[in-house]
């Protein structure tokens, strides 16, 4: 007699015989589309295909082509091809502001009163020095710094950023009047943006979420600030002044092409005020 069924069965089954997983089926169907027309366009297989074939494949069609690139690790991998190489995918589109749109945005920080100070501030500092606004939350009150020269502001590693008009008579005026500095035992705060919490920064989520109801892009603010300080600047300059990496800065610079690789090392802070002097 055979033993009687249970409740077990199904999982068993469901184990066994796992379902495709879309992402693989997408792919199966992409390599069989590559080796079809690779075989009906050129007369050749896997093992015969060069890597210009492979090129005018990706070039010719979707993004989603892309996904023959697992199949050609494999088949290097098994020696079943050589000398096929697929490179990441970049993404064609880069969130991004007109120069236009950023200087409005500014001018209404600046001059318009759209906001509380706080946060007119805080916007001010990614549009005009490309900072992220996590980072923005975080900065302390002694990365403004007094020179005799005028305001400075302590960003990275490199020469502190020149703070021209009228930026800088905002920014005094923020820090004599910071809120939430009443939070907590002192009565002073080492942030430059204190939170709701005694001895804590804003969260950043809170400035997020504010300058994107006032109808700034975060990324596209940021990217169209880091653009045109490299058209101005040479880009491990901006690099050291304003904290990124070179090959963020160069990357910009590329795409805004400015070949600052082959412009002498000049003086920072002289090109930074002349770039970012809105109030001229």
């Known amino acids: ?14 184990e066994t015989h796992p379902r495709p997983r879309p992402q693989r089926e997408a792919g199966n ?12 366009a050129h007369g050749r297989t896997v093992a015969t295909c060069v890597q210009a074939d492979v090129d005018t494949w ?3 069609g979707p993004t989603t082509r892309h996904a023959i690139s697992t199949f050609f690790v494999w088949a290097v991998k098994n020696r079943t091809c050589t000398n096929i190489t ?13 120069q236009g749109q950023r200087l409005a945005m500014l001018k209404a920080c600046l001059t318009d009163k759209i906001d509380t100070l706080h946060y007119r501030v805080a916007a001010t500092l990614l549009l005009l020095y490309a900072q992220p606004v996590v980072k923005i939350a975080a900065m ?16 990275a590693e490199g020469d502190p950023a020149p703070v021209p008009e009228p930026f800088a008579s905002l920014l005094t005026e923020h820090l ?3 809120p939430n500095m009443r939070t907590g035992s002192s009565s002073g705060s080492e942030w430059l943006f204190p939170g709701y919490r ?21 990324l596209g603010a940021r990217n169209a600030s880091l653009r045109a300080l490299v058209k101005e600047v040479p880009a491990p300059l901006v690099a050291e002044m304003l904290g990124y ?29 002349d770039t970012i002097g809105i109030g001229r």
């Open 58 to 60: 990706l070039a010719d």
């Open 86 to 98: 697929i490179r990441f995918r970049q993404a064609k589109t880069v969130p991004l502001l007109t």
């Open 176 to 178: 004599a009047a910071r």
């Open 245 to 273: 990496s070179y090959q963020v800065t160069q990357k910009h610079s590329a795409a805004a092409a400015e070949p600052w690789s082959r412009h002498p090392r000049i003086q920072a802070t002289r090109i930074m005020t």
């Open 198 to 218: 005694p001895g804590q920064h804003i969260h950043p989520n809170t400035p997020m979420e504010r300058l994107r109801e006032i109808g700034i892009d975060l």
């Open 140 to 155: 302390k009150s002694t990365d403004v710094i007094l020179t005799p020269d005028g305001l400075r502001l302590s960003l």
């Open 29 to 40: 169907h992409r390599n069989h589309q590559f080796l079809t027309w690779l075989k009906l």
């Open 1 to 14: 007699m055979a033993p009687p069924a249970t409740h077990q069965e199904p999982i068993y089954r469901r």
